[in-house]
């Protein structure tokens, strides 16, 4: 071999040993990310944090943060990233700080029980002593009207000396109804009514006329 040929392949292997001829790797830009509860009870707020991990992994607060829900109406959020839950459903809550930007999809569910409301089987009648043809059919929403789905209805008779089939206590459904047993009424003739109610929140009558 040439003796420049030797001197010119040593000078490349010291060149790939110290680096000289590898790729530089890029630089990692800084990220934002949002951190906050995914699921909200409609009802309830929670507040929401933007921070920015640097190009090395450190993290801090990010700073002048532009908040937005893209469903106000399901979680509207404040201009200090407080989210409140509204009705059920999604939205996509997104922050943007210094070009950088940032989402995450939360979920609102119902609340607690605020009203049962009467869905089926009001108003009937029929001859004193003698069982109703349909079930007391009920709804439980929470403050903002969400329909709710596992409320534990309790149905009790509270005028008329009459009587109710099991079940007396039944939750609401996947289909938000709560179903009771059939209503056997008292033997006095006149209007009769039973209470449908769930703790905390403004129970529903029925009523019913005896003949």
Known sequence: MHPHSVLLWSCALVAAACG???STAPATSPKLAITVPTRIESGT???????????????SAATDVT????????ASISAAGLITGAVQGASIISATSGGMS?????????GAPSVVTVYAGNGQGGAAGSRLGDPLCTNVKDAAGNLIVGAVVTYSVVT???SLADPTMVATGADYIARSGLWTLGPTAGTQTVRAAVPGATPATFTATAR
């Open 45 to 59: 707020s929670v507040q929401a944090t933007a921070n920015v991990t640097s190009a090395s992994g450190a993290t």
């Open 67 to 74: 908040w937005k829900s893209s469903d106000p109406s399901v």
């Open 160 to 162: 008329g000396g009459g």
């Open 20 to 22: 000289g001829s590898g």
């Open 102 to 110: 940032a989402q995450i999809n939360v979920l609102v569910i119902p």
